[in-house]
């Protein structure tokens, strides 16, 4: 990730900037009823957007935030890397720097699409956006689609001191206050159940692959080996074990000055799994699993989390 760094640094250091000067009724625009933060997306780029043609080589990364796209975001540049290392022998060129954009597919301006037809295959595409508000062409071209999800306790958690780390997303005075609206569908990128159950119908697709953010966690090789064997990319030892030791949260978070700039601390703020018991009361934990059985309760999506594993008291 540290070849499009600046970019990303770059680009959250202009929306902080920017958001700085903001009220907090300022922040957010609404589109096809999903709020999202003003200094990142637009509606002009939003209708650029359903015309994007993805190319059947294309790798799709979809999660909701703060869910390790990150984290994941570094596996799959770091498996791409590898896998063109062994099919073309190139040095990286200022020309390729020139080329890199930002990596998420629904931020930036509404020209980003017509630049990114020149980025050379495979382009590694990140978005948190739900199945219906993504192009049509994805899902036309059969586009590998990594699908990450992780507890939503968990989640919640994490966004909630993300929201609070940066200018650009509304703050919350209390958790208490975050909790109503994660709960009410007032979050930035929509309802995390929502965005599960719409997903879950495309969980047996032979071109999406789920994978949680508590297995990487568990085990990190073989979630990497998985997700190489679904790509394609065939890795030695050593290779594989470069691409571990890069993802490890450790390294990342040291790292993250090159990747996020100023804001690398709040980008990787613990890692950990079940930091939900900091926060949630008792009242908190008995409506989030209610929506969670509601919502998603008995799907494939929902057993893949093992939710009475990572989110029971």
């Known amino acids: 990730m540290e070849k499009s760094g600046k970019k990303i640094a770059d680009l959250v250091?202009?929306?902080?900037?920017e958001a700085s000067t903001m009220r907090r009724d300022e922040l957010l625009f609404s589109y096809n009823g999903t709020p999202y933060p003003v200094t990142v997306c637009s509606p002009e780029t939003f209708r650029a957007l359903e015309s994007f043609e993805a190319r059947s080589d294309d790798i799709i990364l979809a999660a909701y935030p703060k869910s390790g796209t990150n984290w994941l975001s570094q596996i799959l540049t770091d498996l791409v890397t590898v896998s063109q290392k062994k099919t073309q022998d190139r040095e990286s060129s200022a020309n390729d720097e020139e080329l890199e954009e930002f990596p998420y597919l629904e931020v930036g301006d509404a020209e980003k699409y017509e630049r990114m037809t020149k980025l050379p295959s495979p382009r590694?595409?990140?978005t948190h956006l739900r199945p219906e508000n993504l192009p049509k062409s994805i899902f036309k071209n059969k586009v590998k689609i990594l699908l990450l999800i992780r507890n939503p306790k968990d989640v919640a958690t994490s966004y909630y001191h993300f929201s609070n780390g940066l200018a650009s997303f509304p703050s919350y005075e209390t958790w208490d206050d975050f909790f109503t609206d994660f709960m009410s569908k007032r979050m930035v990128w929509g309802c995390y159940f929502e965005y599960l159950s719409k997903w879950n119908k495309y969980a047996d697709e032979e071109n999406v692959m789920t994978i949680t953010y508590e297995e990487l966690k568990e085990n990190r090789v073989l979630g990497v080996q998985k997700i190489a064997?679904?790509?394609g990319i065939s890795l030695?030892?050593?290779e594989l074990q470069l691409v571990v030791e890069r993802s490890s949260f450790q390294a990342m978070k040291k790292n993250s000055q090159k990747t996020h700039g100023a804001f690398g601390d709040i980008f990787?703020?613990?890692?950990d799994v079940s930091d939900w018991k900091n926060l949630f009361s008792e009242d908190q934990n008995e409506k989030m699993d209610k929506a969670f059985e509601e919502y998603v309760g008995g799907t494939k999506l929902g057993k893949k989390l093992k939710y009475e594993v990572y989110c029971k008291a």
């Open 229 to 231: 064997a679904f790509l």
């Open 236 to 238: 030695t030892e050593e």
């Open 124 to 126: 590694v595409i990140v």
């Open 268 to 271: 990787f703020r613990k890692g």
């Open 13 to 17: 250091d202009k929306a902080e900037a």
